[in-house]
């Protein structure tokens, strides 16, 4: 057993912390022998880290790299930079885009960018400054040219939030017997767990891939949206494939199919059914989107509103729509009833959307030059049980989709 730094008061034990490190390295970002490795996260995440970078290695990994996020250093340019915000430096920029042409893998480790140190800045400022998700990561993620998962890490912190009717130390430990549960590590065999899940959502995709819908109608409380399909798109679910064709799952937990709308045809409006963070650290609460033509032309919030605005407009394309997403209630985050405050869990729970750019695997050829292009992705949740869901064929026909949270094709 590898050598490492005890672990503080309701952390899991070692064993449990190597199940889920080669979890994330084997299952998730499917490490290669031979491969170079980049790990993203922040300070209070190192226990994991050290863990995940030794389950590398016994895969065979080359060389791991870890980056260090710290959010005070974030902090401390917001609040005292007379310079351009949105500056990225240019090693960074080259750093990351080696990671692709050396086809590496990737991993990051979220929470990150706790919403609470940005709360008494100026939310443009916010929305400028682009660490510790650089614009660059959007190019990997679109041409497809990493393996690569995000995880999550309990941390006080984040408990904190999650779990506020209990003491820090038992905030702490029910987060982490909630991220194991999630991640199927409560079973005896968790990569048959998540082989029996990946196949329901595979049939999933089948059946949407073969209604070949032309557009879907969410309906709930302050929903009635209607958004346009590609007669390409390509509904998908579960694992991934690099351009390479090297399999990995880009989200651990994933329980989602999700395909790119036509970014020219969503009109209506939509509430949120949680909250969510930007990538920049900003908390969204009571998000309410009004689409015209394909474009968000209001956007209203119970908080975050002006960092969301501005996040848009600071983002060519990102008040068009990249993706659309659906959750039934079969999963492991949903019936949990817990709003996690961490888009990766929160957005498995519900149905979701995401302004800014779309995933281009799941456009046709054909279709692909239409398909929304930006340096954002912002995903907000829309569904739940009271959200219906109705397929639209090109022939008019209306065809339940999602009904109480339950698939009907």
């Given at each position: 057993?590898?050598?490492?730094?005890?672990?503080?008061?309701?952390?899991?034990?070692?064993?449990?912390?190597?199940?889920?490190?080669?979890?994330?390295?084997?299952?998730?970002?499917?490490?290669?022998?031979?491969?170079?490795v980049e790990i993203r996260a922040e300070l209070d995440k190192a226990e994991l880290v050290r863990e995940v970078v030794a389950s590398?290695?016994?895969?065979?990994?080359?060389?791991?790299?870890?980056?260090?996020?710290?959010?005070?250093?974030?902090?401390?340019?917001?609040?005292?930079?007379?310079?351009?915000?949105?500056?990225?430096?240019?090693?960074?920029?080259?750093?990351?885009?080696?990671?692709?042409?050396?086809?590496?893998?990737?991993?990051?480790?979220?929470?990150?960018?706790?919403?609470?140190?940005?709360?008494?800045?100026?939310?443009?400022?916010?929305?400028?400054?682009?660490?510790?998700?650089?614009?660059?990561?959007?190019?990997?993620?679109?041409?497809?040219?990493?393996?690569?998962?995000?995880?999550?890490?309990?941390?006080?912190?984040?408990?904190?939030?999650?779990?506020?009717?209990?003491?820090?130390?038992?905030?702490?430990?029910?987060?982490?017997?909630?991220?194991?549960?999630?991640?199927?590590?409560?079973?005896?065999?968790?990569?048959?767990?998540?082989?029996?899940?990946?196949?329901?959502?595979?049939?999933?995709?089948?059946?949407?891939?073969?209604?070949?819908?032309?557009?879907?109608?969410?309906?709930?409380?302050?929903?009635?949206?209607?958004?346009?399909?590609?007669?390409?798109?390509?509904?998908?679910?579960?694992?991934?494939?690099?351009?390479?064709?090297?399999?990995?799952?880009?989200?651990?937990?994933?329980?989602?199919?999700?395909?790119?709308?036509?970014?020219?045809?969503?009109?209506?409006?939509?509430?949120?059914?949680?909250?969510?963070?930007?990538?920049?650290?900003?908390?969204?609460?009571?998000?309410?989107?009004?689409?015209?033509?394909?474009?968000?032309?209001?956007?209203?919030?119970?908080?975050?509103?002006?960092?969301?605005?501005?996040?848009?407009?600071?983002?060519?394309?990102?008040?068009?729509?990249?993706?659309?997403?659906?959750?039934?209630?079969?999963?492991?985050?949903?019936?949990?009833?817990?709003?996690?405050?961490?888009?990766?869990?929160?957005?498995?729970?519900?149905?979701?959307?995401?302004?800014?750019?779309?995933?281009?695997?799941?456009?046709?050829?054909?279709?692909?030059?239409?398909?929304?292009?930006?340096?954002?992705?912002?995903?907000?949740?829309?569904?739940?049980?009271?959200?219906?869901?109705?397929?639209?064929?090109?022939?008019?026909?209306?065809?339940?989709?999602?009904?109480?949270?339950?698939?009907?094709?």
């Amino acid at each position: 057993m590898a050598a490492s730094t005890p672990t503080s008061p309701s952390v899991p034990d070692q064993a449990t912390l190597e199940r889920y490190a080669d979890l994330i390295v084997g299952l998730g970002a499917n490490v290669r022998p031979g491969q170079l490795v980049e790990i993203r996260a922040e300070l209070d995440k190192a226990e994991l880290v050290r863990e995940v970078v030794a389950s590398a290695y016994r895969r065979g990994a080359r060389f791991v790299s870890v980056t260090y996020h710290d959010p005070l250093v974030r902090r401390a340019r917001l609040v005292n930079s007379e310079q351009p915000l949105d500056f990225v430096a240019p090693w960074d920029t080259y750093r990351v885009r080696q990671l692709g042409e050396n086809r590496a893998a990737r991993i990051s480790i979220s929470p990150m960018n706790p919403p609470e140190l940005f709360a008494d800045i100026d939310p443009a400022h916010v929305a400028q400054e682009p660490y510790d998700y650089i614009p660059a990561y959007q190019e990997l993620v679109r041409d497809r040219t990493t393996n690569w998962v995000g995880v999550a890490c309990p941390t006080p912190t984040w408990a904190a939030r999650v779990h506020p009717e209990l003491e820090p130390e038992d905030a702490l430990e029910k987060l982490w017997e909630d991220v194991l549960h999630i991640c199927r590590l409560d079973e005896a065999d968790p990569i048959a767990a998540w082989e029996l899940r990946f196949e329901q959502l595979g049939s999933a995709c089948a059946a949407m891939n073969e209604r070949r819908f032309d557009a879907l109608h969410f309906e709930g409380p302050g929903t009635d949206l209607t958004l346009g399909l590609f007669p390409t798109s390509h509904w998908a679910g579960g694992p991934h494939e690099t351009v390479d064709g090297l399999a990995h799952v880009p989200n651990i937990p994933t329980e989602e199919v999700f395909t790119a709308p036509d970014p020219a045809r969503a009109d209506g409006v939509v509430r949120a059914t949680k909250p969510f963070l930007l990538k920049t650290g900003a908390l969204i609460e009571g998000l309410v989107v009004r689409f015209e033509g394909g474009r968000a032309v209001q956007i209203d919030a119970d908080a975050g509103a002006d960092t969301l605005r501005q996040y848009v407009a600071n983002n060519e394309n990102a008040d068009r729509l990249g993706e659309v997403a659906l959750v039934d209630r079969e999963g492991r985050i949903g019936p949990l009833g817990t709003v996690f405050f961490n888009t990766l869990y929160d957005e498995n729970a519900a149905s979701h959307l995401a302004l800014g750019s779309a995933y281009l695997d799941t456009v046709g050829d054909e279709d692909r030059d239409q398909a929304n292009r930006s340096t954002a992705h912002a995903d907000f949740m829309i569904g739940g049980e009271d959200v219906d869901v109705t397929g639209i064929t090109r022939e008019g026909e209306r065809v339940p989709v999602l009904r109480g949270g339950a698939w009907q094709i």
